[in-house]
């Protein structure tokens, strides 16, 4: 099971898949998140690969966070009273039953002829991070982004002793994870309910789900492998496929919220330690 506690991710009985394993303004719009492609253009893994799709869908509402309280000084900063009663005000943007947008699927499959390194930016706003979930592969590229001229120390809780350094709209900041895991991005400078929490693998056959629930690993090594969907606040949910060569296999998946957990969203981040072997 996997559940979000005390602001980072923590992984119970997912032994593979945390090794092996977007929005506009304050208020964010299901209908742009961008899904990124787990099989980038021109990569093509060792032997012969079929394609897993499927859907994933959110069987009842995730728990509501408790009202964020804002103090004198956050209220008074630019865009922190409508970040705090809009974009953060549900949980990752999710509010009824229904298709799951962003919702990570992972194959347990694994390579010797890994994919390019991409890119995966985050984009810091006056009082907002974008997206609320990000995946990444070891080895690709971390950017953080600003498109605001707001005061902000970016931070990557995990990566270790790092520095927080001023980002400024028009400089772009390039954080080296060297391991994978699970990280907190937020601003050191800003409360701590503004925060992205990050994935990174080394399993590059996995997907986020589109604004319909619709997810398509494709290139997956021919043979049978244990799929894992999760979503941050519902329980993990496992399934056993078989690839064949060039074909399309569907799987389907229904996840449930996990049980609530104390409040997170004001609590600072932590450190996510060492990646569960």
């Not at 000084?73 to 953060?88: D, I, M």
């Not at 982004?145 to 927080?164: C, F, M, Q, R, S």
């Not at 400024?168 to 060297?178: A, C, G, I, P, S």
């Not at 078989?242 to 996990?258: E, K, L, M, N, Y």
């Amino acid at each position: 099971m996997t559940t979000w506690v005390g602001g980072v991710l923590s992984w119970a009985a997912v032994a593979f898949v945390l090794p092996t394993l977007l929005t506009t303004g304050c208020k964010p719009s299901r209908a742009n998140v961008t899904v990124r492609d787990s099989a980038p253009a021109g990569w093509q893994p060792d032997g012969p690969t079929g394609t897993l799709e499927g859907t994933v869908t959110l069987t009842e509402p995730l728990p509501m966070p408790s009202p964020i309280a804002l103090d004198a000084a956050t209220r008074g900063r630019r865009g922190c009273e409508a970040a705090a009663g809009g974009y953060y005000a549900s949980p990752f943007g999710v509010t009824a039953p229904g298709p799951l947008p962003e919702a990570l699927v992972v194959v347990e499959a694994r390579t010797q002829n890994p994919p390019p390194p991409r890119t995966l930016t985050v984009t810091f706003r006056d009082c907002s991070i974008a997206p609320r979930f990000a995946v990444m592969n070891l080895g690709d590229r971390l950017v953080l982004h600003a498109e605001t001229d707001e005061y902000h120390l970016p931070k990557v809780e995990g990566l270790g002793a790092t520095i927080a350094q001023l980002l400024q709209r028009t400089e772009d900041q390039v954080k080296n994870v060297q391991r994978p895991g699970r990280y907190i991005i937020h601003s050191v400078n800003y409360p701590n309910w503004m925060q992205t929490p990050l994935v990174v693998l080394v399993n590059p056959y996995y997907a986020q789900a589109d604004p319909r629930g619709r997810f398509r690993v494709e290139r997956v090594p021919v043979g049978t492998h244990t799929v894992h969907a999760w979503f941050p606040g519902a329980r993990s949910v496992d399934a056993t496929v078989t690839i064949r060569p060039g074909q399309v296999t569907r799987q389907d998946f229904a996840v449930t919220p996990s049980p609530p957990a104390p409040d997170a969203g004001t609590q600072a981040p932590t450190d996510a330690g060492p990646v569960i072997p």
